[in-house]
């Protein structure tokens, strides 16, 4: 693993022959992180990308989503997360006053999560590339550990792209 500072151009990124970009957690309105969401853009199709919480946001911005300001922001543990796919509930750990606007979601994304308090966005997955993100911490320690799954989802992605 090789972290870089989040000002790394693509390029530089790109240049260390990645198995994968993971776009991590961060502060900040993430449409200001103009720098960020450019990178991804130019990262995304040429290796897997996984992103949390601000990487989520980013991720979906570079694919031409908006984001907003939340009312109310997500903090702490036992947020309520619905996987679309499976129907299950994840109780999940979240930091941020930010999400994707649902009707902004452009046609190359699907939403994979959403928080059940609220009805926001908590996950995306790009339908043509090797692509996801979450809005929530599924690293959080001591737990809850409900999403710890999307790690080896990651890692499957990496290896089929090899």
């Known amino acids: 693993m090789t972290v870089v500072p989040a000002k790394t151009p693509a390029e530089d990124v790109l240049a260390l022959e990645p198995d994968g970009v993971f776009l991590s957690n961060g502060p900040a309105d993430p449409a200001a992180v103009t720098y960020a969401i450019e990178n991804a853009r130019k990262i995304l199709g040429k290796t897997p990308v996984m992103g949390i919480c601000l990487g989520h946001q980013i991720l979906s911005l570079a694919c031409g989503a908006k984001t907003a300001r939340l009312k109310f922001g997500h903090h702490g543990c036992n947020h309520p997360v619905k996987n679309i796919a499976t129907g299950k509930v994840e109780i999940t750990s979240q930091n941020h006053n930010f999400a994707v606007v649902p009707e902004s979601v452009p046609d ?55």
């Open 108 to 162: 190359c994304l699907e939403v994979t999560h959403v928080n059940l308090n609220d009805g926001s966005i908590e996950g995306v997955r790009h339908k043509t590339l090797p692509a996801f993100s979450v809005q929530y911490h599924p690293e959080s320690c001591p737990g809850p550990h409900d999403s710890r799954y999307l790690f080896g989802e990651f890692k499957k992605i990496v290896e089929c792209s090899r």
